[in-house]
Protein backbone atom coordinates (compact mmCIF):
# COMPACT_ATOMS: atom_id res chain seq x y z
CA UNK A 1 0.00 0.00 0.00
CA UNK A 2 0.83 3.71 -0.31
CA UNK A 3 -0.31 7.27 -0.07
CA UNK A 4 0.01 10.13 -2.16
CA UNK A 5 -0.80 13.95 -1.64
CA UNK A 6 -0.76 16.96 -3.82
CA UNK A 7 -2.37 20.75 -4.43
CA UNK A 8 -2.17 19.70 -8.40
CA UNK A 9 -3.89 17.24 -10.42
CA UNK A 10 -1.05 16.76 -12.45
CA UNK A 11 1.53 16.32 -10.16
CA UNK A 12 -0.46 13.74 -8.34
CA UNK A 13 -0.79 11.89 -10.92
CA UNK A 14 2.88 11.70 -12.31
CA UNK A 15 3.75 10.73 -8.40
CA UNK A 16 0.73 7.72 -9.60
CA UNK A 17 2.62 7.17 -12.41
CA UNK A 18 6.01 6.61 -11.01
CA UNK A 19 4.50 4.46 -7.82
CA UNK A 20 2.95 2.47 -10.50
CA UNK A 21 6.18 1.87 -12.41
CA UNK A 22 8.07 0.59 -9.33
CA UNK A 23 5.27 -1.70 -8.01
CA UNK A 24 2.55 -2.25 -10.71
CA UNK A 25 -0.75 -1.03 -10.52
CA UNK A 26 -2.55 -1.21 -7.83
CA UNK A 27 -6.12 -2.38 -7.47
CA UNK A 28 -8.07 -0.24 -5.51
CA UNK A 29 -7.99 3.41 -4.41
CA UNK A 30 -9.33 5.39 -1.29
CA UNK A 31 -9.72 9.15 -2.17
CA UNK A 32 -10.50 12.71 -0.18
CA UNK A 33 -9.92 15.82 -2.43
CA UNK A 34 -10.38 19.27 -1.38
CA UNK A 35 -13.81 20.48 -2.58
CA UNK A 36 -12.80 23.24 -4.83
CA UNK A 37 -10.25 20.55 -6.60
CA UNK A 38 -10.89 18.78 -10.06
CA UNK A 39 -12.23 15.74 -8.78
CA UNK A 40 -14.31 15.28 -12.08
CA UNK A 41 -10.36 14.65 -13.55
CA UNK A 42 -9.13 12.54 -10.96
CA UNK A 43 -12.03 10.25 -11.45
CA UNK A 44 -12.14 9.90 -15.43
CA UNK A 45 -8.48 9.36 -14.80
CA UNK A 46 -8.55 6.23 -12.35
CA UNK A 47 -11.27 4.91 -14.39
CA UNK A 48 -9.41 5.34 -17.95
CA UNK A 49 -6.83 3.42 -15.55
CA UNK A 50 -8.90 0.75 -14.44
CA UNK A 51 -8.47 1.50 -10.53
CA UNK A 52 -11.25 0.38 -8.81
CA UNK A 53 -11.64 3.41 -6.01
CA UNK A 54 -14.09 5.44 -3.54
CA UNK A 55 -13.75 9.02 -2.98
CA UNK A 56 -15.50 12.11 -1.56
CA UNK A 57 -15.45 15.94 -1.31
CA UNK A 58 -14.10 17.49 1.84
CA UNK A 59 -13.56 20.84 4.04
CA UNK A 60 -9.60 19.58 4.34
CA UNK A 61 -7.58 16.47 3.50
CA UNK A 62 -4.69 14.18 5.69
CA UNK A 63 -1.58 12.58 3.82
CA UNK A 64 0.58 10.80 6.57
CA UNK A 65 1.90 13.55 8.74
CA UNK A 66 0.42 16.18 6.56
CA UNK A 67 -2.89 18.42 6.88
CA UNK A 68 -3.68 21.02 4.50
CA UNK A 69 -6.92 22.48 3.15
CA UNK A 70 -6.75 22.24 -0.71
CA UNK A 71 -5.02 19.06 -1.89
CA UNK A 72 -5.41 15.48 -3.11
CA UNK A 73 -5.11 12.53 -0.91
CA UNK A 74 -5.18 8.68 -1.48
CA UNK A 75 -4.65 5.37 -0.27
CA UNK A 76 -3.50 2.92 -3.27
CA UNK A 77 -4.18 -0.66 -2.31
CA UNK A 78 -2.58 -4.03 -3.37
CA UNK A 79 -5.33 -6.79 -2.85
CA UNK A 80 -6.61 -9.88 -5.06
CA UNK A 81 -9.92 -8.27 -7.04
CA UNK A 82 -11.96 -11.35 -5.48
CA UNK A 83 -10.99 -9.83 -1.26
CA UNK A 84 -13.58 -6.70 -1.74
CA UNK A 85 -16.72 -5.36 -3.72
CA UNK A 86 -18.14 -2.43 -4.60
CA UNK A 87 -21.42 -0.73 -4.02
CA UNK A 88 -23.49 2.89 -4.79
CA UNK A 89 -26.99 3.60 -3.70
CA UNK A 90 -28.77 6.56 -3.79
CA UNK A 91 -30.04 7.79 -0.29
CA UNK A 92 -33.39 6.88 0.36
CA UNK A 93 -35.76 5.73 3.02
CA UNK A 94 -34.79 1.86 2.04
CA UNK A 95 -31.17 2.62 1.83
CA UNK A 96 -29.92 1.11 4.91
CA UNK A 97 -31.90 -2.24 4.02
CA UNK A 98 -30.40 -2.14 0.67
CA UNK A 99 -26.86 -1.24 1.91
CA UNK A 100 -27.52 -3.98 4.53
CA UNK A 101 -28.65 -6.87 2.02
CA UNK A 102 -25.53 -6.51 -0.23
CA UNK A 103 -23.44 -6.39 3.01
CA UNK A 104 -24.63 -10.14 4.29
CA UNK A 105 -24.78 -11.75 0.72
CA UNK A 106 -21.17 -10.21 -0.25
CA UNK A 107 -18.58 -12.41 2.37
CA UNK A 108 -19.75 -14.58 5.04
CA UNK A 109 -17.34 -12.08 7.64
CA UNK A 110 -17.80 -8.33 5.77
CA UNK A 111 -16.26 -5.31 7.21
CA UNK A 112 -17.52 -1.99 5.31
CA UNK A 113 -15.81 1.59 4.36
CA UNK A 114 -18.03 4.08 2.94
CA UNK A 115 -18.10 7.25 2.05
CA UNK A 116 -21.61 9.68 1.80
CA UNK A 117 -22.80 12.74 -0.07
CA UNK A 118 -26.35 13.78 1.13
CA UNK A 119 -27.91 16.54 3.41
CA UNK A 120 -30.87 14.86 4.82
CA UNK A 121 -29.63 11.42 5.82
CA UNK A 122 -30.16 10.01 9.24
CA UNK A 123 -27.07 8.22 9.53
CA UNK A 124 -27.83 6.11 12.85
CA UNK A 125 -30.86 4.57 10.91
CA UNK A 126 -28.63 3.60 8.05
CA UNK A 127 -26.38 1.72 10.68
CA UNK A 128 -29.27 0.15 12.37
CA UNK A 129 -30.53 -1.20 9.32
CA UNK A 130 -27.47 -2.72 8.41
CA UNK A 131 -26.19 -4.33 12.06
CA UNK A 132 -29.99 -6.33 11.92
CA UNK A 133 -29.54 -7.67 9.26
CA UNK A 134 -25.50 -8.21 9.51
CA UNK A 135 -24.42 -8.20 12.84
CA UNK A 136 -24.08 -5.58 16.11
CA UNK A 137 -20.56 -5.62 15.48
CA UNK A 138 -19.36 -5.44 11.96
CA UNK A 139 -16.32 -3.60 10.88
CA UNK A 140 -18.43 0.00 9.86
CA UNK A 141 -16.19 2.91 9.13
CA UNK A 142 -16.57 5.89 7.12
CA UNK A 143 -17.99 9.33 7.19
CA UNK A 144 -19.60 12.32 5.51
CA UNK A 145 -18.48 14.24 2.59
CA UNK A 146 -18.06 17.98 2.81
CA UNK A 147 -17.74 21.23 0.66
CA UNK A 148 -15.28 23.60 2.70
CA UNK A 149 -18.53 24.82 4.22
CA UNK A 150 -20.63 26.09 1.82
CA UNK A 151 -22.91 23.46 2.88
CA UNK A 152 -24.37 23.63 -1.19
CA UNK A 153 -23.61 20.29 -2.87
CA UNK A 154 -21.67 17.21 -1.24
CA UNK A 155 -19.99 14.70 -3.38
CA UNK A 156 -18.48 11.51 -3.55
CA UNK A 157 -17.25 9.56 -6.42
CA UNK A 158 -16.52 6.04 -7.97
CA UNK A 159 -15.83 3.85 -10.97
CA UNK A 160 -19.91 5.33 -11.41
CA UNK A 161 -18.38 8.96 -11.61
CA UNK A 162 -19.40 11.61 -9.76
CA UNK A 163 -22.78 11.80 -7.01
CA UNK A 164 -24.51 13.97 -4.89
CA UNK A 165 -26.93 12.38 -3.45
CA UNK A 166 -25.00 8.61 -2.64
CA UNK A 167 -23.23 6.53 -0.63
CA UNK A 168 -20.53 4.43 -1.91
CA UNK A 169 -18.69 1.75 -0.23
CA UNK A 170 -15.88 -1.11 -0.77
CA UNK A 171 -16.89 -4.36 1.01
CA UNK A 172 -13.71 -5.79 2.23
CA UNK A 173 -13.55 -10.23 2.79
CA UNK A 174 -12.54 -10.30 6.40
CA UNK A 175 -10.64 -13.78 5.82
CA UNK A 176 -8.05 -11.21 3.93
CA UNK A 177 -8.33 -7.60 4.39
CA UNK A 178 -9.89 -6.81 7.81
CA UNK A 179 -11.04 -3.49 9.36
CA UNK A 180 -10.01 -2.58 13.50
CA UNK A 181 -10.83 0.52 14.51
CA UNK A 182 -11.69 3.30 17.32
CA UNK A 183 -13.86 6.53 18.05
CA UNK A 184 -12.98 9.15 20.45
CA UNK A 185 -14.55 12.70 20.85
CA UNK A 186 -13.05 13.77 24.33
CA UNK A 187 -16.01 15.97 24.69
CA UNK A 188 -17.83 15.54 28.41
CA UNK A 189 -21.06 16.51 28.88
CA UNK A 190 -22.35 18.85 31.28
CA UNK A 191 -25.61 19.90 33.36
CA UNK A 192 -28.94 18.11 34.07
CA UNK A 193 -30.68 14.97 31.54
CA UNK A 194 -32.76 16.22 28.78
CA UNK A 195 -35.95 14.69 26.90
CA UNK A 196 -36.73 15.00 23.53
CA UNK A 197 -40.34 15.66 23.82
CA UNK A 198 -40.77 16.73 20.43
CA UNK A 199 -39.27 15.58 17.22
CA UNK A 200 -39.42 15.31 13.23
CA UNK A 201 -36.83 12.80 11.42
CA UNK A 202 -33.46 14.76 12.26
CA UNK A 203 -35.30 18.15 13.37
CA UNK A 204 -35.47 18.69 17.47
CA UNK A 205 -38.42 21.16 18.25
CA UNK A 206 -38.97 20.36 21.68
CA UNK A 207 -36.75 19.88 24.94
CA UNK A 208 -38.44 18.76 28.16
CA UNK A 209 -41.58 20.51 26.69
CA UNK A 210 -39.98 23.40 25.29
CA UNK A 211 -38.45 25.10 22.00
CA UNK A 212 -35.36 23.81 21.45
CA UNK A 213 -33.91 26.50 20.83
CA UNK A 214 -34.93 28.38 23.75
CA UNK A 215 -33.25 25.55 26.00
CA UNK A 216 -29.59 25.25 23.88
CA UNK A 217 -29.18 29.05 24.22
CA UNK A 218 -29.81 29.06 27.99
CA UNK A 219 -26.85 27.09 27.90
CA UNK A 220 -24.65 28.98 25.34
CA UNK A 221 -26.23 32.57 25.70
CA UNK A 222 -23.20 33.75 24.09
CA UNK A 223 -24.66 33.09 20.53
CA UNK A 224 -25.44 36.37 18.65
CA UNK A 225 -29.40 35.60 18.38
CA UNK A 226 -29.21 38.93 15.95
CA UNK A 227 -26.19 37.13 13.82
CA UNK A 228 -27.99 34.45 14.15
CA UNK A 229 -30.62 35.88 12.61
CA UNK A 230 -28.65 37.27 9.84
CA UNK A 231 -27.04 33.90 9.08
CA UNK A 232 -23.61 36.15 9.80
CA UNK A 233 -22.58 33.36 12.68
CA UNK A 234 -20.61 30.27 11.51
CA UNK A 235 -22.40 27.49 11.38
CA UNK A 236 -19.95 25.19 12.67
CA UNK A 237 -19.96 27.31 15.91
CA UNK A 238 -23.11 25.77 16.45
CA UNK A 239 -21.97 22.04 15.78
CA UNK A 240 -18.91 22.45 18.52
CA UNK A 241 -22.25 22.54 20.97
CA UNK A 242 -23.30 18.63 20.96
CA UNK A 243 -25.21 16.30 22.87
CA UNK A 244 -24.13 12.97 24.11
CA UNK A 245 -27.10 10.82 23.99
CA UNK A 246 -27.00 6.86 25.33
CA UNK A 247 -27.36 4.62 22.05
CA UNK A 248 -29.99 1.65 21.83
CA UNK A 249 -27.07 -0.11 22.69
CA UNK A 250 -26.17 1.40 25.80
CA UNK A 251 -22.77 3.20 24.06
CA UNK A 252 -22.81 6.82 24.41
CA UNK A 253 -22.48 8.47 21.04
CA UNK A 254 -21.85 12.09 20.73
CA UNK A 255 -24.14 14.40 18.03
CA UNK A 256 -23.70 17.64 17.08
CA UNK A 257 -26.22 20.36 15.70
CA UNK A 258 -25.76 21.28 12.25
CA UNK A 259 -28.12 24.27 11.37
CA UNK A 260 -30.14 26.20 14.19
CA UNK A 261 -33.69 27.37 13.20
CA UNK A 262 -34.57 30.35 15.00
CA UNK A 263 -38.07 30.82 12.90
CA UNK A 264 -38.86 26.77 13.76
CA UNK A 265 -37.04 27.28 17.16
CA UNK A 266 -34.96 23.88 16.53
CA UNK A 267 -32.40 22.11 15.99
CA UNK A 268 -31.47 20.12 13.13
CA UNK A 269 -28.65 17.10 13.15
CA UNK A 270 -27.46 14.82 10.45
CA UNK A 271 -29.26 12.02 12.71
CA UNK A 272 -32.53 10.92 14.14
CA UNK A 273 -33.30 12.74 17.55
CA UNK A 274 -36.19 10.42 18.64
CA UNK A 275 -38.50 11.54 21.01
CA UNK A 276 -38.19 9.51 24.21
CA UNK A 277 -34.34 9.85 24.02
CA UNK A 278 -32.42 11.21 27.16
CA UNK A 279 -28.80 13.12 26.87
CA UNK A 280 -26.88 15.82 28.12
CA UNK A 281 -25.16 19.17 26.26
CA UNK A 282 -21.70 19.14 26.10
CA UNK A 283 -18.88 21.56 27.17
CA UNK A 284 -16.61 23.04 25.52
CA UNK A 285 -13.06 20.57 25.36
CA UNK A 286 -9.37 22.11 25.71
CA UNK A 287 -6.66 20.97 24.22
CA UNK A 288 -5.73 18.36 26.73
CA UNK A 289 -8.46 16.46 24.42
CA UNK A 290 -5.41 15.87 21.45
CA UNK A 291 -3.17 14.64 24.25
CA UNK A 292 -5.70 11.73 25.59
CA UNK A 293 -6.37 10.51 22.03
CA UNK A 294 -2.17 10.14 21.38
CA UNK A 295 -2.46 8.08 24.61
CA UNK A 296 -5.15 6.32 22.63
CA UNK A 297 -3.71 5.69 19.76
CA UNK A 298 -0.74 4.40 21.77
CA UNK A 299 -2.65 1.43 23.29
CA UNK A 300 -4.25 0.35 20.03
CA UNK A 301 -1.24 -0.13 18.81
CA UNK A 302 -0.42 -2.62 21.32
CA UNK A 303 -3.48 -4.36 20.84
CA UNK A 304 -3.42 -4.55 16.99
CA UNK A 305 -0.08 -4.92 16.89
CA UNK A 306 1.07 -4.11 13.26
CA UNK A 307 -1.45 -2.70 10.35
CA UNK A 308 -0.12 -1.89 6.91
CA UNK A 309 -2.13 1.19 6.65
CA UNK A 310 -4.97 4.21 8.31
CA UNK A 311 -7.79 6.28 7.61
CA UNK A 312 -8.97 8.85 9.86
CA UNK A 313 -12.28 10.61 9.44
CA UNK A 314 -12.28 13.42 11.69
CA UNK A 315 -15.19 16.23 12.32
CA UNK A 316 -14.79 19.54 11.16
CA UNK A 317 -15.76 20.62 14.59
CA UNK A 318 -12.28 18.83 16.16
CA UNK A 319 -9.94 20.92 13.66
CA UNK A 320 -12.27 23.92 14.56
CA UNK A 321 -12.20 23.20 18.43
CA UNK A 322 -7.96 22.16 18.17
CA UNK A 323 -7.05 25.18 15.62
CA UNK A 324 -3.12 24.88 15.01
CA UNK A 325 -3.13 21.99 17.36
CA UNK A 326 -4.89 19.44 15.09
CA UNK A 327 -2.11 19.78 12.47
CA UNK A 328 -0.16 18.18 15.70
CA UNK A 329 -2.14 15.97 16.27
CA UNK A 330 -2.15 14.73 12.93
CA UNK A 331 1.75 14.04 12.50
CA UNK A 332 1.32 12.34 15.93
CA UNK A 333 -0.81 9.74 14.82
CA UNK A 334 1.57 9.23 11.76
CA UNK A 335 4.59 8.92 14.19
CA UNK A 336 3.18 6.60 16.32
CA UNK A 337 1.62 4.04 13.53
CA UNK A 338 4.24 4.97 10.65
CA UNK A 339 2.61 3.81 8.00
CA UNK A 340 0.59 4.99 4.77
CA UNK A 341 -2.09 7.33 6.17
CA UNK A 342 -5.09 9.35 4.56
CA UNK A 343 -7.83 10.97 5.94
CA UNK A 344 -10.21 13.98 5.61
CA UNK A 345 -12.40 16.14 7.82
CA UNK A 346 -15.38 14.93 7.31
CA UNK A 347 -19.39 16.38 8.26
CA UNK A 348 -19.95 12.92 10.91
CA UNK A 349 -18.24 10.32 11.32
CA UNK A 350 -18.80 5.79 11.28
CA UNK A 351 -16.95 3.63 13.89
CA UNK A 352 -17.06 2.16 16.95
CA UNK A 353 -15.14 3.23 20.71
CA UNK A 354 -12.60 0.10 20.79
CA UNK A 355 -14.48 -0.41 24.49
CA UNK A 356 -18.14 -1.50 23.09
CA UNK A 357 -16.78 -2.86 19.16
CA UNK A 358 -20.09 -1.41 18.34
CA UNK A 359 -20.62 1.13 15.14
CA UNK A 360 -22.60 4.20 14.90
CA UNK A 361 -22.56 7.63 14.12
CA UNK A 362 -20.26 9.93 15.49
CA UNK A 363 -19.82 13.72 15.37
CA UNK A 364 -16.56 16.03 16.76
CA UNK A 365 -14.76 12.36 16.39
CA UNK A 366 -11.71 11.56 15.06
CA UNK A 367 -12.35 7.60 13.95
CA UNK A 368 -8.91 5.66 12.79
CA UNK A 369 -9.19 2.83 10.16
CA UNK A 370 -6.72 0.41 10.50
CA UNK A 371 -6.56 -2.01 7.00
CA UNK A 372 -4.61 -5.49 7.98
CA UNK A 373 -3.83 -7.67 5.16
CA UNK A 374 -4.21 -11.63 6.31
CA UNK A 375 -2.89 -14.69 4.67
CA UNK A 376 0.05 -13.30 2.76
CA UNK A 377 -1.67 -10.70 0.70
Known sequence: MFSLQSSELE???AQY????AEYGKPALAILFVNADLDMHGLNQFLISEGVDHIGAST???ICDDHFE???????????????YKFVSLPINAGAGNDFGMFIKDAFDKPAVYSLIASKSIETDLLIRDIQKLTDEKIPLY??????????EKYTVFSNEGLMHNNLVAIVFDRTMVDLV???YSGWESLGLTHEITNSIGNEL??????PATEVFLGYFNYFDIDKLARGEEVEFSVGNHPIMVEELTGAKSIKSPVEIDLERQSL?????VPIGTKFKFCRMPDTSISQKLLERQEKLKDHFGDLDALIITSCVGRNLTLGPFFEDEIKSIHDIWDIPMTGFLSGGEIGNPFESGISCFHNVSSIITGFKLLNGQ
Open 17 to 20: ESMK
Open 268 to 272: KFYSS
Open 69 to 83: KGIYSGLFLYIPEEA
Open 142 to 151: GGLAMDNFKF
Open 59 to 61: AGE
Open 181 to 183: GDA
Open 11 to 13: KFI
Open 205 to 210: LEIDGQ
